[in-house]
Each structure stands twice: as C-alpha cells, then as structure tokens.
C-alpha cells in the first residue's frame, strides 16, 4: 500500500526513481510522483492516475537532472486520487513522500496557519519539517523532532533543498529497505524497487531513522542512538521482477507454482529424510507445551490458513482455531503462554496481521510467521519464521503465495506432529514424499489451462456465479470465488456445499455457473454428497464446473464441464484443485478487459488497517 522510492548516488536519480516506481507499482495505482532538489530548490512533478501519467507530465516539462531524488506511487487513504493529493507533498525547501497514516494529522494541521495544499495526512509531515529545518536543524534532527510527534504508522522519506544530496527516512510499522551499491544507495518500501542495481540490502528495524548520502548510511533509533541493522542478500533476480512474455503478472505467477512449490520444500529434508525447519528457532519442548494454535491471516492468507486448520487438527491432535487478523484482537481473544500464533502473510507487511500478532505476544503467545518477503515487519516482530521462498508476488491476487502457504502450514503441521510424537517417522515421510509429487501434479493442471480459458469465454456474459466445496475444498471454494470477484468484478460467493440448503440453493437460478470441488473418492461419506449437491443445483438449472478426480465417472453425470484432479490425498487437493479456479478468474477479467494486475481499489500488502 503505497510505494516509496528514494536513490543517492551517481546514476540519474529521476530515472532510478521512475524505474523504482514502476516496479512498485503494485502498492497502489491512484497516483505518482518524484522530486529532487536543484539549484537549492525542491522541483516536483505528480499526476493522478497509474505511474504512466507522470511519466508523460516528466516528458512534457523535463525535470532537472540530479543524483539524489525521491518517489512515491499511491494508495489513496485521506482524500481522494487527485494532482493535489498525490505525493511528493511540498513545503518550501522540503518535499515529503510517506506511506501510512498519521492519525493525528488534524491535530498537528491546527498548529499551523497556512492553506494546505492537499486533503491528504501526509503533507502536514513536510510543515513539520520544514519548521525544524528553518529553525537551524538539520534534517535528521528535524525528522527526529517530528516523528516524535506523529502517531500512526508511517515510512516518511524527506529531501532538504538545501542539503541535496541527502534523504532521510523513518520507519514505524510500515516497510522500508535500503538498497546498497557502490557509493550509490536505495532505499524503498520493497527491494523490487532496485533489484536491477543490486541484490544487496539492509533491513531496518521498528522506530528507525536512516540518513543516506553517496558516502554511506547512519541508522539510528527516534531518540538518535545507533541502531542495529541486518544486512541480507535477495535470493532472486531481475527476471523474476519482469513479465518475461506474459501478459499478465499473474499469469506468470501461476504458471510459477510448481517451481515456487518446489523451492518453499527445499532443504527441509535432515541427513536421515526426516523433516527439519531450520528456520524455526523455537525449541522442541515448546512446541510440545502448545495446547492451542491459532492461524491469523486475511484474505487469501486466511483461507490458507482454514485449510491448515483442517491438516493440523488432523496431524497434531491440537485445536486449531483460524481468525481473521482484523477481528482477532478486538474480540479479546484467550491466548496464553501454550498457545501457538501462526501468522501466515505473503508480504509480511500486513497491518492487521502485524497489530494481532503484537496483541498475542502481548498475551505471552508464541508467534510463529509464515511469509515470503525476507525481512519484512511480520518475520520480524516473531519468535520464529516459515518463509515461502516463492519469489517476488506482483500481481495484486495472490495466487503463488497462496499455495507455497499452503506448503509452509503443511509443513508446520508436519512438523508440529513429529516433535510431538503425534506421527510415526514413516508418516511424516509418505506426506513429504506427497508434497514433493506436488510441482509435477501442478504442472499437469497448468496444462489443460486452454480449456479452462475456453469455460471463461463460454461464461464471459454471467453476471454471478457460485462456489461450493466441503472440507478443504470448503477454502479453496472461497479462494476460487475471491479471485473471480476481485479480478472480474462479477459477483461470486463460496459455500460450504453442506450449507447449500440452510440458505445458498435460494440464488440458484436457471444457468447460474457453479464451480464444485469434490472430494477425492478415498473420501467416500464427503465426497457422496457433493455429488448429490451437484444434483440438486443441476436440477435446478445450474451450469455445473466440476473439479474432481479423473476416475470419479460419477462426478462427471451432471457437469457442463469436468477439470480433472489428480489423485491426491484430501488435505493436499487444495494445492491443484485451485489451479483452474485461478487461470479461470484471470482469463475472465482479461475477456472483460480489465487490469489483471491492478484491479480497481486494490493494492498489493495492505499496510494500514
Ligand atoms: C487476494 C489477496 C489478498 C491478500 C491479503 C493478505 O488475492 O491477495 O486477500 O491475501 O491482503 O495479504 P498478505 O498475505 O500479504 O498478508
């Protein structure tokens, strides 16, 4: 939500910083805009609308070169996507771009006696600033001086006219990378921003302030001591950042699963094949001590999560509750020192994930983090972290993230029972021996992904459509009906299929398309009355997509069309049953001709709640 770039050094700021944001794009489409100092003053272009916009605002009237600029690609929060409204926000000699919200901005406006420029909370950051400056301070001190004053969460990024070859930047709850090079420095709300330029980057902690020039950067914390920082090296390159023939990020993103499936189980073998999470570094004897996991999550993290709560249940005999992160601390929830947190969140940034997990550990709870952004506040404010290893999600519906959770929860789950005793060793190794099949079974689905593309033209013209499943297949009904609402704007539901009579079957109308996903045959009881389910909404007019085995002849009677599942264990068909579900939402919004990467109000890690 929001993106932020910043760059000193010898290259061309204003393209570095162009560049940058296009790769952030993905945070938020409303606006975009770049400053740089020149001839000790702030110049500025920003325009309304997708990053294109100021691009041709730059071409129209050039901005001056220079080695140190600022940027920022909106999500709109306090007022609306305007010119006016968009960021950088200007007070004299200082420009401003932040992401986040400053919550007591009404406040901090009354102090001073100007017309704003915007409707926005951020600009009264720069008339922060700019006092502190005016009045002798450096801007690192004047940043000090001001965050002091703000609440809310924020990543500011400032730039003094007068000191042009300096940016200075703060960070609470909300993202911030710095990027190195060779005397050159980067600092961006997410290291797709200068992945071209380099792989080398710095995590910055909670409450902390970085001074970057071309010589090198200070970090310190909001009371101007040194602060510790982590240095890390991106595990991926350029390539992954780029469409590489796509069309659409998403596109790539789901053809990516089998490998991004493969790499989240890679070296989580031991020397004798017994499953091993390196990365976990809570001991056996706490786990043990666990007598309750909850999952918190949103969106498609949260339907994840519902499908871990199924396998770990089964696996580790331990109640696992499943929340949705924005309800989880606000109901007061019961959490001690024996439960267990799992925070799943592709980005690692999301604000209502990151405020429950500070309330469970509030509560003495353990937290452990399944996430695919390295370095990220999520990973960072847990006891322990389960990362995905993916590789960089661009297109705003999470689709790769979604089945690499699926693959850390299974894999927590996995865990969890053998140091627990729940499972025998040869247990534990037929499922990982599953999970490994998974990639090949994945890359099966991916093929028939041409008949799938011709459903959706055959289903351009419907306006609602159903998704039913029971079990785990219950999550990826939702997951399937979640990814067709945001992208294709047409309105989709998920039931549990057994719900379907207490209420669902009253917007079954004749021709309605409704996606099935039926339990593996192994599954006898469940799988038998989704089978009758797909009866009864046939009979009454439904246009039935059945997704099942490929030896379930049964499931085939009543379907307009069939995608058949391998033969998998039912805790496992999640990983391809939504396969076709994801190629079919996004082919149904490239025939309607929307944006499949940027659908309309969204945006990529939602960093405020
Ligand atoms: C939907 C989607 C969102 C995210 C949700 C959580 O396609 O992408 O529902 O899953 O915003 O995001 P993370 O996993 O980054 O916490």
Redesign the pocket.
Known sequence: MCGIVGYVGARDARDVVVAGLKRLEYRGYDSAGVALAAEDRIEWRKRAGKIANLEAAVAEQPLPEAGTAIGHTRWATHGPPTDANSHPHVAGRIAVVHNGIIENHGALKARFDVDFASDTDSEVAAHLLRREVEAGSTLVDAMRAVVADLQGAFTLVALDAEDPDRIVAARRSSPLVVGRGEDEFFIASDVAAFIEYTRDAIELGEDQIVEVTSAGIEVTDFDGAPAETRDFRIDWDLAAAEKQGYDWFMRKEIFEQPKAVADTLLGRRGERGELQLDELHIRPEELRRVSKIIIV??????YAGLVAKYAIEHWVRVACEVEL?SEFRYRDPIVDANTLVVA???????AD?LMAIRHAREQGARVIAIC?TNGAT?PRESDAVIYTHAGPEIG????K??TT?LVACYLLGLYLAQVRGMKYGDEIEAILTELERMPGYMSDMLEKADDVYGLAERLKDRESMLFLGRHVGYPSALEGA??LK?LAYIHAEGFAAGELKHGPIALVTDGIPIFVVVPPAGRDQLRDKVIANIAEVHARGARTIVLAEERDAEARENAEAFFALPNVSTLLQPLVAIIPLQLFACEMATLLGYDVDQPRN?A???TVE
């Open positions: 999550a949103c969106g498609t993290a949260f992160a799943v969140s592709q980005s690692g940034e999301t994930t695919n999520i705003v519906a999470s689709t993230g979604f959770q979640l990814k945001e969204l990529k890690s939602v």
